[in-house]
């Protein structure tokens, strides 16, 4: 088996390329079960030779006082075989939510493998980078006119006004959730920022120019 630490922030299913995985104690408080018992549960079905040992692996997360404990990830098909064999107060529910969230995360790999091969946004994809790239050259240069460096704060205000103006929130946008018509409009919106940021125009001018140009609409992710 390989050891490997688990982040103290997940989701209930796991995705590592194409395999799903969930861990043992994630499982142990969907069921409402130790999850010392949950672990027994597991150690039996592989001393039946129901579950491959091969295929466990051994991982630590930390308990309520962050404490350094043993568990187990397990593949989609061991999750399924152990759930008949647990008990616990929320059982019904557990094993319900369980299944509805790999379904949904097949779904979901399902939906990013087509989105690798959809030429067109593959295309709408490359725009945004290329944008990117010349908004934020750009900028340098703009910078340096005024005898300014370029800090990394600059280039992240610049994405994150972009942003802003695509979705009406700051920060980071993440690719999976965009669409074609969405990739192409952050693309727009790039590209008009990058003509006033050589313009000279101040950032709050920016701003309002960009909102002006580019109306708020609803993201139409997952397209």
């Known amino acids: 088996m390989n050891q490997i630490i688990t982040p103290k922030s997940k989701s209930i ?61 397990l593949g989609e098909r061991d999750a399924m075989v152990l759930m008949p064999f647990l008990g616990g107060k929320k059982s019904a529910q557990g094993q319900a939510k369980l299944v509805d969230e790999f379904m949904r995360m097949r779904s979901e790999l399902r939906r990013m493998a087509s989105r690798k091969t959809d030429p067109a946004l593959q295309l709408a994809l490359k725009s945004k980078s290329g944008t990117a790239t010349l908004m934020t050259d750009c900028l340098v240069d703009a910078r340096a006119e005024l005898g300014k460096d370029t800090k990394p704060h600059h280039f992240s205000n610049e994405h994150s006004l972009c942003n802003w103006v695509l979705s009406g929130c700051y920060g980071q946008v993440d690719d999976a959730d965009l669409g074609q018509i969405d990739l192409s409009r952050l693309a727009n919106i790039r590209r008009r920022n990058t003509v006033l940021i050589v313009q000279g125009v101040s950032y709050q001018k920016r701003k309002d120019a960009l909102r002006e140009a580019f109306p708020l609409l609803e993201v139409a992710s997952h397209e």
């Open 13 to 73: 299913v796991q995705a590592h390329g194409q395999d799903l995985f969930v861990d043992t104690n994630v499982m142990a408080e969907l069921f409402d079960r130790p999850h010392k018992n949950l672990m027994r549960d597991v150690d039996k079905l592989v001393q039946d030779g129901v579950i491959d040992r091969l295929r466990l692996e051994l991982i630590s997360y930390p308990d309520s006082y962050g404490r350094p404990q043993p568990g187990y990830r």
